[in-house]
Structure formats: structure tokens, C-alpha cells
T-cell receptor
Framework: DAGVIQSPRHEVTEMGQEVTLRCKPI?????LFWYRQTMMRGLELLIY????????DSGMPEDRFSAKMPNASFSTLKIQPSEPRDSAVYFC????????????FGPGTRLTVL | GENVEQHPSTLSVQEGDSAVIKCTYS??????FPWYKQELGKRPQLIID?????GEKKDQRIAVTLNKTAKHFSLHITETQPEDSAVYFC?????????FGTGTRLQVFP
């Protein structure tokens, strides 16, 4: 079984550039979560979707961040414009039901903004 | 909202010894408590979870206990091995999402 798939695995960009991170959840899972992990702030939930609908985006740090889920098998997290403080590992996770039982993480995207 | 506190932040043990990591939560409505293990440079992986209708769950060398009255739960690893070295996160559910603790870095010395 394929797990959660994320791309790219590594991204290095310059300040001011647009960054798009991609996620494919586990087939059949209907909840999708975007997290950001840094040494200083730990694992933060940015936004989550249920049945492709954004349910809670209170963790999105500011308007530069946006996320979409156009269908059940694809989601994007976009940062425009990017800033050095956005450097982090971004994880996507999915689960089967609205409740977070058995939430499974993707391999993450390591973002470096110079 | 839910708040999850995790202790200790670092833990060093000798191979073969036991390790215990403790978490407390604030929302009595929480019913699901997973534990994740994250090795360096890897993704968090679910290793065990417990639901509020049970007090203890065991899977080989790892076990989790839950005290709903006191609102705390713990991870127990027995006969630790070097490959157990990682960061461990506890979490509690809050409506539809998980609230994570700050992590415990476990080092097992041979």
C-alpha cells in the first residue's frame, strides 16, 4: 500500500519566491492535515480538510499561506511570498474518518528559504 | 481548547532499562491518545494508541496507560534497545484534530 506521498522532498528557494508543496493522501482517507515542524515551535497543525472541505485553518500563520484540496487525492500548500522564517519541515497526514484515529504522516518536505 | 504537556523533554537510559514518558491533557472530552515515534530526519510514525474506554494497552515492549480521572497518560518502553532512540510525541484528540506534546528525546546507550 502506498502511504501518504509528498513532493518535493526538499525545496530551496529565495526569499520572495512562491513555494508550492504537494500531498497525496492514502487512498480512501477522507481527512487531510498539514503540519509544520521546527525546533523552536515543535509540530504545529496549520490546516485540515474533511471530504475536501477546509474545516479549521486557525493554524495558518498569515495570509501568505494558503491551502487547497481540489479532490480527494490531492492537496497543495502554497506560500507566497516566502520568507526565511518559513524554513521548516512541512508534513502532510491523512486519516480515514473525521476523528483523527490512525493519522498517518507523509515523509515531509524540507523547505529552506534563503 | 486542549493543551498537552509532555515530560521529560530528554531521557537517557542504558540499554535494557525501562523508559517512561508522561503526558497530561486539559480537555476531559478527549477520548483518543496516540503516541508517535520520530527518528532523525524521518516522519512521525504511530506506534501505539489508546482510547478512553481502556486503561492500558500493550504491544510487545511498549505499553500505554491512561488515567482519565487525573487526565494523564504514559508510554512505557521495557528492555530498551539502541534502535528505540528517537523523539516520542504524545497527542490527544480535540474535536477532529490532534494536539501534540512537545516531544521527548530518548537516547538509549549500549
Amino acid at each position: 500500500d502506498a502511504g501518504v506521498i509528498q513532493s518535493p522532498r526538499h525545496e530551496v528557494t529565495e526569499m520572495g519566491q512562491e513555494v508550492t508543496l504537494r500531498c497525496k493522501p492514502i487512498s480512501g482517507h477522507n481527512s487531510l492535515f498539514w503540519y509544520r515542524q521546527t525546533m523552536m515551535r515543535g509540530l504545529e497543525l496549520l490546516i485540515y480538510f474533511n471530504n475536501n472541505v477546509p474545516i479549521d485553518d486557525s493554524g495558518m500563520p498569515e495570509d501568505r499561506f494558503s491551502a487547497k484540496m481540489p479532490n480527494a487525492s490531492f492537496s497543495t500548500l502554497k506560500i507566497q511570498p516566502s520568507e526565511p522564517r518559513d524554513s521548516a519541515v512541512y508534513f502532510c497526514a491523512s486519516s480515514l474518518n473525521r476523528l483523527p484515529m490512525g493519522q498517518f504522516f507523509g515523509p515531509g518536505t524540507r523547505l529552506t528559504v534563503l | 481548547g486542549e493543551n498537552v504537556e509532555q515530560h521529560p523533554s530528554t531521557l537517557s537510559v542504558q540499554e535494557g532499562d525501562s523508559a517512561v514518558i508522561k503526558c497530561t491533557y486539559s480537555d476531559s472530552a478527549s477520548n483518543y491518545f496516540p503516541w508517535y515515534k520520530q527518528e532523525l530526519g524521518k516522519r512521525p510514525q504511530l506506534i501505539i494508541d489508546i482510547r478512553s474506554n481502556v486503561g492500558e494497552k500493550k504491544d510487545q515492549r511498549i505499553a500505554v496507560t491512561l488515567n482519565k480521572t487525573a487526565k494523564h497518560f504514559s508510554l512505557h518502553i521495557t528492555e530498551t534497545q539502541p534502535e528505540d532512540s528517537a523523539v516520542y510525541f504524545c497527542a490527544a484528540d480535540n474535536t477532529d484534530k490532534l494536539i501534540f506534546g512537545t516531544g521527548t528525546r530518548l537516547q538509549v546507550f549500549p
